[in-house]
């Protein structure tokens, strides 16, 4: 294949911990292959030497937390023939969309010496809350072979291959002992999406959500059978609130979080 | 005719199987569980243990007896040394502008069952309707079943989440076996009655240490099978209702459904359930394609999906198919229900839903409960 014809790839980074891009940094045994049939336009994780827009493919971490963010996304996708967002940052607001549940300008006060330098937003919000997204890959951080699934999908002019079912059935897949029910370990694999291969479950932890919330979610049963193996309402919230919460399933399940704090989409 | 053998006897079972080349399949401990896995001798049985099953919850439970089968279902059944969780359809090259494609012969690994319980022993009954006595044989099934030697076991000690008495599937083998093994366990030591299903279970058991069965022990072997009987955890009711006239808007669908995770847990524990995905995958030079089956669940809203978006969208539809597939068009389908009461479903749903409960509840015209709703 010559190298005129090969689509461009560009990586963005918003707000985000790196460690989506770098798992296609990872892919070494693969990565040859890639750049074989793509042309790594703009990666700043992987070569200062960009080449300017428009791109065909565009993989985006991070989610959107400053004024500049907003300004800039609108951009990305504008030069951006076919958008992929990837890891729970891009996908449902990250782990630092905690903030949502607070009020950022108390937080700015106590942990900046001069707030007045820093322009944020109040909330950390998925991309695709501000631009279309042609396709979202779950997880913190996400999955390798997911990735080269994706990529090669769009290589071949085909849907990925990405099952959207819980975590379960990859426990199930892998003839793991359920920790939930065998051990007692309270577990979220029941209502998160797959991708990690049960790769806490299969070392006897429970399910963090890493993946976030399957395709529907009954996150009230699933509360419950968290308090059966224990957990009080307050390690119940916290376990619905790390990487993905505010995912709109789990967003909700902040029962413990005094509700004038709370803040509104 | 039934023969009495010492515990040692299931000792040289297994490795007169294995020396003629069998990789053999039993209960044994592993995570905290009893499962099924490959075992090179009778020291892996779960001598020792039983275990406390429930809705949603299983906990391992010594006996304080050199019993070797104290327990019920065990947490995997059968199915995946059968119809594997993945298998490879088919893999596509192409090259100079020609795909040469490949479908793998199936394979057909030697394997013995040893400990298979009568409710799984039916489940395997119904795959075998299911993938062999169709016009659509399976290839994959079909390389493994006719061959597997299956030395079964009475179940002795039927769980909480067990119904196969009402079910008619159990506790104790009546064929399809090519050895049965019973345990009888007294103070005095543990013994084990065998009777032969098959010729080759014949020439195995010609080759062990056994003395022809007395009347006394026929007698015990009755007495352990209806203690079993009558210690069955749960039951489905087969006077409930025609199932066929479950009512399909009855209230109580709302209700499990509001229990239901749609984790796909209950569908990859049973025995029965049989369905799959395709899987279709392309490496990134574009040259490689392979085809593969996997196991799939009634439960992913992507089961259903069709052109435009997915049939059942709701966790009450998809619930209520599964319920009603398994027990009333499987009927129509296959000639027999597709649950055996090994009471899986029961034990490994994270949130305890138990279906025999559902039934009852379902049996109920709605008129008559106070949830309201129209009459069956």
Redesign the interface.
Same mark, same amino acid.
């Given at each position: 294949m010559s190298t005129v014809s090969k689509p461009s790839l560009a990586v963005w980074k918003f707000a985000s911990c790196d460690g989506c891009q770098l798992t296609l940094l990872d892919c070494e045994d693969e990565l040859l292959a890639v750049t074989d049939r793509l042309d790594i336009a703009y990666f700043l994780e992987a070569s200062s030497a960009t080449v300017a827009g428009p791109y065909d493919l565009s993989l985006v971490e991070g989610s959107i937390t400053t004024p500049d963010d907003v300004e800039r996304i609108l951009e990305v996708r504008r030069q951006s023939r076919f958008l992929v967002t990837i890891g729970a940052c891009a996908t449902a607001g990250g782990i630092q969309a905690l903030r949502n549940f607070t009020d950022v300008e108390e937080l700015l006060r106590i942990v900046y010496a001069t707030p007045a330098f820093l322009s944020t937003l109040g909330t950390s919000t998925a991309i695709s809350e501000h631009v279309d997204v042609d396709f979202e890959l779950r997880g913190c951080p996400i999955d390798r072979s997911q990735l080269l699934e994706v990529i090669g999908a769009y290589l071949a002019g085909r849907d990925p291959e990405i099952p959207s079912h819980s975590v379960c059935v990859e426990c199930k897949q892998k003839t793991n002992v359920c920790v939930m029910v065998a051990h007692g370990t309270p577990c979220l694999g029941p209502i998160t999406h797959a991708g990690c291969g049960a790769l806490c479950p299969t070392f006897n932890r429970g399910c963090y959500g890493c993946f976030g919330p399957v395709e529907s979610p009954n996150t009230d049963a699933m509360a419950g059978a968290l308090a059966v193996t224990g957990l009080s309402a307050g390690a119940i919230d916290r376990l619905f609130h790390t990487f993905n919460a505010w995912s709109e399933p789990f967003r909700d399940m902040s029962v413990s979080v005094p509700a004038p704090t709370r803040r509104q989409p | 005719m039934a023969f009495l053998v010492g515990a040692d006897c299931l000792d040289e079972m297994i490795a007169s199987l294995r020396s003629n080349g069998r990789t053999v399949i039993g209960p044994a401990v =592993? #995570?905290? $569980?009893i499962?099924h896995d490959q075992i090179e001798s009778a020291s892996e049985l779960p001598l020792g243990w039983t275990e406390d099953q429930d809705g949603?919850?299983? =906990?391992l439970v010594p006996t304080g007896t050199d019993e070797r089968f104290a327990f019920s279902s065990p @947490?995997?059944s059968w199915k995946?040394f059968l119809i594997p /969780?993945?298998t490879l359809l088919l893999r596509a090259r192409r090259s100079n502008g020609t795909v040469a494609v490949v479908e793998p012969e199936p394979e057909a690994p030697s394997v013995a069952f040893f400990g298979i319980r009568s409710c799984d022993l039916v489940a395997l009954g119904i795959l075998d309707r299911v993938f062999l006595d169709s016009d659509a044989t399976d290839p994959t099934y079909a390389a493994r079943r006719p061959d597997v030697f299956i030395v079964a076991v009475g179940c002795n000690r039927p769980g909480n989440t067990c119904f196969c008495a009402s079910m008619n599937t159990g506790p104790t083998p009546t064929s399809g076996y090519d050895l049965v093994v019973r345990e009888l366990h007294s103070e005095e030591g543990t013994e084990y009655l065998v009777d032969v299903g098959s010729e080759r279970g014949a020439d195995l058991l010609a080759g062990l240490a056994s003395r022809p069965a007395h009347e006394g022990d026929l007698q015990r072997a009755d007495r352990a099978h209806e203690t079993a009987v009558a210690s069955m955890g749960r039951e489905l009711r087969q006077d409930y209702v025609p199932l066929a006239a479950l009512d399909p808007d009855h209230p109580r669908w709302d209700d499990v459904a /509001? =229990? *239901? +995770?749609? *984790?796909?847990?209950c569908t990859? $524990?049973c025995p029965t359930c049989f369905c799959s995905t395709t899987? /279709?995958?392309? #490496? +990134?030079?574009?040259t490689e394609a392979e085809r593969w089956r $996997? &196991?799939d @669940?009634c439960? @992913? +809203? #992507?089961f259903t999906h069709l052109h435009g978006g997915s049939v059942r969208?709701?966790?009450k539809s998809r619930y209520r198919q599964w319920l009603l597939h398994k027990l009333v068009t499987w009927q129509d389908q296959f000639d027999t229900s597709g649950c055996v009461g090994c009471g899986r479903c029961i034990? &490994?749903c994270? $949130?305890g839903i138990d279906l025999t409960a559902e039934i009852a509840a379902l049996a109920v015209p709605a008129a008559a409960t106070d949830l309201g709703g129209r009459d069956v």
């Open positions: - | =592993r #995570d905290g $569980v499962t949603g919850r299983y =906990r @947490s995997t995946r /969780e993945r /509001e =229990r *239901c +995770l749609a *984790c796909g847990n990859m $524990v899987e /279709e995958s392309t #490496d +990134l030079s574009g $996997v &196991w @669940s439960f @992913s +809203l #992507d969208t709701s966790t034990t &490994w994270p $949130v």
